[in-house]
């Protein structure tokens, strides 16, 4: 049965295309006539179509190279060849009867015909009923660019002959009814930069040669039924639409994220894991489907932020988190559907906004009511649920079941025959431990230097810390506990050769376990004596800190007293990151510079965001909240990509036992007069302020009288509008290669960071979507300045 058309917006982006390609071409003057050979030619299509009417009124009079372009017929000349001819329909909804060719048509002998003009380069044969299977001959016209084949009958595979067309740039076979899987060989058409192949029935997986495919702009391969992975198309850096939706692809989500990205639709597939933060550096996206599938993980309301984005569907997922009031939401929303996933919270303010232009869809998620039109939400215990139950796999549902039925039955001895086996479980760990002569330091169980009172403590702690295993991320080893004696093995017993540095949160040294992992060890001697329960809260926060812009830890280990066995000191293990502070890559007299060159304002705008993302994680991506971080540049770290990680930031743990140490730092002005809770975030955002101002100006800023100078500066260029002043308080190594408006738009957003009342300080969320559009636009300029004048700058990708 034959499918029906569809208006997608892809397709009518296309046809305007064309219509503007036909209007161009068509406007050049040419009065050669048609050659006789190539007159017949079309008399001979003439005799082989019925449709559309327009076909008819050619005659022996007619001037082909001199009609007037109609939306069903154009033909272009030029030298007298025809070049272009495009016949459609514009009654694609007629029953197919009335649109088939003749009962003689010959789909062989049609494209036979068509080859023998030898100059013809763009071909567009839509809506017109051919049928049957694209034939061999097709492969002789050698010369087209552009085949548009769209909303036929054309069955069967795609013949071989199609990669002879060397010079094709465009290849639009949608609608159809063509099988078998796509081809391999597609990648021998070395000029292809649209391919769209939508709704047939094509089948199998998306070929891997799709990945050297470079100049690649659309990918449109929706409504057919392909599966398996998607291949890496990380290399398709041109790639800009990517529309692969009602298929069977699956289950990881596709590696193809870059900021030259507009369009990605994956609706109704089999993708099922996390999607990848870097979607929300996508800075030119402007519409994403990726509803219908079962996605899950936390959703990613920066998302709502990205500055291009006008169409966003995640409906139908497994995606959790807790949304937020004050959460900021991009201008150019059009449509946004967050229903039937696993939602928690408040719906962000900026879309409950009563807006004639603006479609917003939240119902089937635990978010909270509170208006008379809210749609229909769960309670929050359902959301609660089924979030569990999604991180739970088939294998471990049947592993916690078996052993649910091994502690039923163990209950049946009562409560001192549970005292017993406890009693037997830790007697005989010690005589295992004691007759152990292999090191498994991976896998066991910490009862050196810990009282039998709380072995069992231990083993139970077990439970939850593997619930935050779950949360490991970015090539991280999983979180565990660690035996003092493995840490001091790996840091050669606390050597002072070890030794990294010493601040408010305790010492720091260098460690390598076992498996040849580098870490960071920081020890915390405790000022007051507690058991490990009251500690069991403030390590579960710790262990949930996991994120690539945040040095996240991988375990801990106690020292406890031997009187009373409260604890001594804790150990906490943290990945190591080498490559010194985001100052040393940014400031005038900092001679530590990783790769013996300063930051260029693309690197440093990208620093920025990265900072702000691990300080909007702190705040929204665990419960409760991290907040008053009291964040420095030099707590700015910086692994071997470079990626920048934020280390000490303010944990209850931390708190309790900080050491007054003299840093440096800014530690008065307006953040301190009220370092509240309630205030917590904005005390943060005005952090970010004093690093964005540092970026900005490349100096060392090291009391608050600089502070507020160099505001007072930028805020005197900003009003006045003087490119020239601006430019002048810039960083000069930087000042030449960053254009005005992004510029323009970090000092701005710094300048309100450093707002003396914490009321008119923007959220981090704010602070995020600047600092993004400052990207992109940034992005933008220096594409067209390299396509302009060269390569001025080098690059920073």
């Known amino acids: 049965m034959a499918k029906p058309f569809q208006y997608h917006p892809l397709n009518l982006l296309l046809l305007f295309f064309f219509f503007l390609l036909f209007m161009v071409v ?23 179509l019925n449709y559309p009417q327009v076909l008819s009124t050619w005659n022996q009079t007619t001037d082909f190279c001199n009609t007037e372009p109609n939306p069903s017929l154009t033909l272009v000349c030029y030298g007298g060849d025809l070049t272009q001819l495009h016949i459609i329909s514009d009654n694609c909804w007629l029953p197919q009867t009335t649109m088939v060719p003749q009962s003689g048509f010959s789909s062989d002998s049609f494209f036979s015909t068509l080859s023998t003009l030898p100059g013809l380069k763009v071909l567009s044969l839509v809506c017109l009923g051919l049928w049957g299977p694209l034939p061999a001959s097709i492969g002789r016209l050698s010369s087209l660019e552009i085949l548009n084949m769209s909303s036929n009958y054309f069955s069967g595979p795609l013949p071989q002959e199609l990669s002879s067309l060397s010079n094709l740039q465009t290849l639009i076979l949608d609608h159809n009814n063509f099988t078998g899987q796509i081809p391999a060989w597609l990648v021998s058409l070395p000029l292809l930069a649209v391919l769209n192949l939508d709704n047939n029935s094509l089948s199998g997986p998306i070929p891997f040669s799709f990945t050297l495919m470079e100049n690649l702009r659309v990918l449109s391969l929706s409504m057919n039924r392909l599966s398996g992975e998607v291949p890496n198309l990380q290399n398709l850096t041109n790639l800009q639409v990517l529309d692969v939706g009602y298929n069977e692809l699956g289950p990881h989500f596709p590696k193809l994220l870059h900021t030259n990205l507009l369009i990605l639709v994956l609706r109704k597939n089999k993708f099922s894991f996390d999607i990848p933060e870097e979607i929300s550096s996508c800075y030119r996206l402007q519409q994403l489907d990726i509803s219908f599938n079962g996605l899950t993980g936390p959703f990613l309301a ?59 869809q939240y119902s089937g998620n635990c978010l909270s009511q509170s208006n008379s039109s809210a749609q229909e939400q769960h309670l929050y215990s359902f959301c609660r649920i089924e979030a569990l139950a999604v991180k739970i796999t ?45 090191k498994t330091p991976q896998t066991r169980l910490i009862v050196e230097n810990v009282p039998p009172a709380y072995t069992l403590k231990m083993l139970s702690d077990a439970r939850y810390i ?36 010493e601040g408010s949160q305790g010492k720091v040294y ?99 965001i990265g900072v702000a993302r691990g300080i909007q ?54 953040k301190e ?59 000069p190594v930087i000042h030449k290669e960053c254009s005005d408006d992004s510029l323009k738009t970090v000092m701005e957003i710094c300048v309100r960071c450093l707002s003396n009342e914490p009321t008119d300080r923007p959220t981090v969320e704010d602070v995020l979507w600047n600092l993004q559009f400052a990207a992109q636009v940034q992005d933008l300029w220096r594409v067209d300045s390299n396509s302009n004048q060269g390569s001025p700058f080098k690059s920073t990708k």
């Open 26 to 48: 068509v406007s050049i003057p040419d009065s050669d006539q048609l050659q006789y050979s190539q007159s017949h030619v079309l008399f001979e299509i003439q005799q082989l």
């Open 394 to 438: 088939p294998h471990e549902r049947e592993r916690k079941s078996i052993k649910r039925s091994v502690l039923a039955s163990s209950s049946v001895g009562g409560t001192f025959g549970g005292i017993a086996l406890c009693v037997v479980l830790f007697l005989g760990v010690r005589k295992v431990y004691a007759k152990q002569t292999v």
């Open 673 to 731: 007069q009220k370092r509240g809770t309630a205030n917590g975030d904005k005390n943060d955002v005005y952090d970010m302020g004093i690093i964005l101002l540092e970026i900005i100006v490349g100096r060392v800023i090291m009391c608050q009288s600089s502070i507020s100078i160099a505001k007072d500066l930028l805020q005197v260029s900003l009003t006045t509008d003087d490119d020239v002043a601006r430019r002048s308080l810039v960083d």
């Open 510 to 608: 260098k460690g390598i376990l076992t498996d040849g992992t580098v870490v960071a060890v920081r020890s915390l001697k405790m000022r007051k004596r507690h058991g490990i329960q009251s500690y069991r809260h403030q390590i579960e926060l710790i262990s949930r800190l996991r994120h690539r812009h945040l040095v996240s830890f991988v375990g801990h280990s106690f020292e406890c007293y031997p009187d009373d066995s409260s604890v001594r000191a804790i150990f906490l293990v943290q990945e190591f990151v080498p490559n010194g502070t985001l100052r040393s890559c940014i400031s005038v007299h900092m001679t530590e510079v990783v790769s013996g060159h300063k930051f260029t304002w693309t690197q440093r705008i990208a620093a920025a």
């Open 302 to 360: 920066q998302l709502l932020s990205l500055p291009s984005l006008s169409y966003l569907d995640i409906s139908g997922n497994k995606f959790t988190g807790v949304l937020y009031g004050n959460t900021s939401c991009n201008d150019r929303l059009a449509f946004v559907n967050l229903s039937s996933n696993y939602l928690t919270g408040e719906l962000p303010r900026c879309l409950q906004s009563n807006s004639s232009t603006r479609i917003v």
């Open 466 to 501: 593997s619930e935050t295993m779950k949360l490991g991320a970015l090539g991280l080893p999983p979180y565990r506990t660690f035996s003092l004696e493995e840490l001091k093995e790996a840091t050669s017993n606390f050597s002072s050769l070890n030794f990294i540095g």
């Open 617 to 670: 994680f702190l705040h929204t991506g665990i419960v409760p909240g991290v907040f008053s971080n009291d964040l420095k540049i030099t707590d700015v770290l910086l692994d071997h990509e470079p990626h920048v990680k934020i280390n000490n930031y303010n944990l209850p743990l931390l708190a309790e036992n900080r050491i007054q140490v003299c840093s440096g730092a800014v530690h008065t002005g307006p």
